[in-house]
């Protein structure tokens, strides 16, 4: 199983970014997926999360109404719009896939991890 992020770069006060994460070897469409990050020299943080029929999402507070999570299950993919960035969402950025259907933001619930993509504002 490979998850691999892309989307990220550097983006200036205010702006916007896309970022996909592709999964293969396993397909994910009835499973919970989601977003972390790790800014230099803190933990790592979870962002967003839907679950396994994208019936439900869940967002930290600090990206609630900036941050949209989706996906698109034939393309086994899972997406984090970001707009209205700022230097607090400095990180890298990690996709997460849980072999469970219900989305939490405890980490230890994803078993499968991307390597990340940074994002720099």
């Known amino acids: 199983v490979q998850l691999v992020e892309s989307g990220g770069g550097l983006v200036q006060a205010g702006g916007s970014l896309r970022l996909s994460c592709a999964a293969s070897g396993r397909t994910f469409s009835s499973n919970a997926m989601g977003w972390f990050r790790q800014a230099p020299g803190k933990e790592r943080e979870f962002v967003a999360a839907?679950?396994?029929?994208?019936?439900?999402?869940y967002y930290a507070d600090s990206v609630k109404g900036r941050f949209t999570i989706s996906r698109d299950n034939a393309k086994n993919a899972v997406y984090l719009e970001m707009k209205s960035l700022n230097a607090e969402d400095t990180a890298v950025y990690y996709c997460a896939a849980s072999l469970f259907v219900t989305a939490t933001s405890r980490s230890s619930a994803y078993q499968y991890w991307g390597q990340g993509t940074q994002v720099t504002e």
């Open positions: 839907m679950s396994g029929n994208g019936g439900s999402t």
